[in-house]
């Protein structure tokens, strides 16, 4: 897909500037925590300790984790790296309709430039674990992508491009799976429930960018209920090997 598509400003980089601080974070968080690996056990009591309550081991406690320490410790701190300075990366912005809290993205990109096109303010980044469990999977469709299907997400934005991003993570090895076979299970899921909505299944078409080659990236095109259209790009971040227990 050309990446002129990407029309937040008319020049076009700021797609793959953003795709390749995306894969300099990874590398730079595997090498990392290679030495000092991520702890389950540690995250959830963090947890409990702000929260101030026992807490329950949800998905989203190691989620949330995980997505702070990529912005704040790497894209906020690497972005000048990628001429990206003027962009704001924000964890956990709402999203609001008419006044009223529709939803919460997980990373709000905003493009502070007066060049930007009417209506397009910002780019969404929707956040989930993912490994070759089901439930996981229909998790990420059902509260992922169809937020954008349905307008929870960009309800009052006229953005035409927005991304999903995969922690890959899992407890037990036999519950590895990788991107090619995950996007597999994601398109059947898709078109089991949301075939209307789907013009181009994830990695249907060739993704037509310069990025870092250690990112694994799938485009795909859906169709809102309002019958727009909006790319949605599908990225995977390898965390297999940096989770304990």
């Keep these: 897909m050309n990446a002129d598509c990407f029309t937040y400003t008319s020049e076009p980089y700021y ?11 990874q590398s730079e968080i595997k090498k990392i925590r290679s ?24 998905k989203l406690e190691l989620e949330d984790y995980l997505r702070n320490d990529l912005v ?3 894209l906020t701190i690497y972005k000048t790296k990628f001429n990206l300075d003027h ?9 609001i309709n008419d006044g009223v809290t529709t939803g919460s993205l997980d990373i709000k990109v905003i493009f502070p430039n007066k060049s930007l096109l009417s ?30 299907i349905t307008r929870q997400y960009y309800p009052e934005a006229d953005t035409k491009v927005a991304f999903m991003l995969s922690f890959m993570e899992c407890e037990k ?16 899921l898709l078109q089991e429930a949301y075939e209307k909505n789907v013009i181009d299944n994830i990695g249907e078409k060739d993704l037509n960018m310069d990025i870092d080659p250690t990112l694994e990236v799938f485009n795909s095109l859906i169709k809102r209920i309002d019958s727009t259209e909006l790319i949605v790009y599908h990225v995977f971040l390898d965390y297999y090997d940096i989770i304990d227990s």
């Design 119 to 148: 209506g397009e303010e910002y780019l969404a980044i929707e956040c989930k674990r993912i490994n070759k469990l089901l439930d996981k999977k229909r998790y990420y469709i059902d509260e992922g992508v169809n937020r954008f």
């Design 35 to 58: 030495k000092t690996k991520f702890s389950r056990a540690d995250i959830l009591a963090k947890h409990i300790v702000k929260k101030g309550k026992a807490g329950s081991k949800t």
């Design 173 to 188: 090895d036999s519950q590895k799976q990788y991107p090619i076979d995950i996007v597999k299970d994601f398109n059947t």
């Design 15 to 25: 797609q793959e500037n953003i795709f390749n601080l995306l894969g300099y974070a």
């Design 72 to 74: 704040q410790n790497y």
């Design 87 to 95: 962009l704001y990366f924000i964890p956990g912005a709402d999203e």
